[in-house]
């Protein structure tokens, strides 16, 4: 017996319901579902898991004591690069699964709005800071993540603690980029970490949020097209 391929072993299995799993309503709600569950699982858990750590001393005094009683700042620092790596290593990876999608709507007007608005994110500094800060916990070291505790040194904020990246010992690092190397100028001699991640997150969100709502006027047509057939499929088994 001769070897078979994938595509004819797949093709050897019929069932009643190939029809409706094979209609491009479903084939695209399968693709589409795929990078929300990715988002909403995965990467917007990342961000809370990361904002969760961040807010938790700021906004419990008892957090706050046992922190300091059982940590210091290098232990601080370790998880908080490995929260903020996760979550920014999980928007590469949605970004890849999303351009995978985006090539089945190539040239279309869903295709250039979503490249026109991608290029607003992309643009923003803290988009390529953080993009490069990844790198630089990859392939250099832990970044220089600390706390500044007590007002005295927070210019009259009510905060009495506050995560920071202290940017001058980034600058040894030869892998950023020009907006990278900007921002941490602009910024210098820290960056407050939780107003870099919200507003990191804010952009993506708002990207994301516009575009499963795409979904509906680009696919609802053949998506209800594919619930008649799969209506039509049960009434037949019942019957």
């Known amino acids: 017996m001769r ?18 799993r094979n209609h491009p309503g479903q084939v695209a709600l399968f693709k589409w579902s795929d990078i929300q569950d990715f988002y909403s699982g995965i990467v917007v858990k990342n961000e809370l898991l990361l904002m969760q750590y961040l807010k938790a001393p700021i906004e419990s005094d008892d957090v706050r004591e046992r922190l300091f009683e059982s940590m210091g700042e290098s232990e601080y620092r370790v998880e908080a690069t490995r929260r903020l790596y996760n979550y920014v290593s999980s928007i590469s990876s949605l970004a890849d699964h999303t351009m995978r999608l985006i090539k089945d709507y ?75 190397k900007q921002y941490m100028i602009d910024n210098f001699p820290e960056i407050e970490l939780i107003k870099l991640v919200n507003t990191y997150a804010q952009s993506i969100n708002g990207l994301y949020a516009w575009f499963f709502k795409q979904f509906n006027s680009i696919h609802g047509k053949e998506l209800k097209e594919s619930e008649l057939i799969k209506r039509r499929i049960i009434d037949g088994q019942i019957g």
């Open 3 to 20: 070897d078979k391929t994938v595509k004819e072993l797949m093709g050897s299995i019929s069932s009643p319901w190939d029809e409706y």
């Open 106 to 180: 190539e040239g279309s007007k869903f295709d250039k709005k979503y490249k026109e608005r991608l290029q607003k994110v992309i643009q923003y500094s803290e988009f390529a800071f953080l993009k490069d800060l990844r790198n630089y916990a990859a392939h250099y070291q832990i970044p220089p993540i600390g706390y500044i505790i007590g007002t005295n040194r927070l210019l009259g904020r009510k905060e009495s603690f506050l995560p920071v990246i202290y940017t001058g010992d980034l600058f040894d690092y030869e892998g950023w980029s020009k907006v990278s």
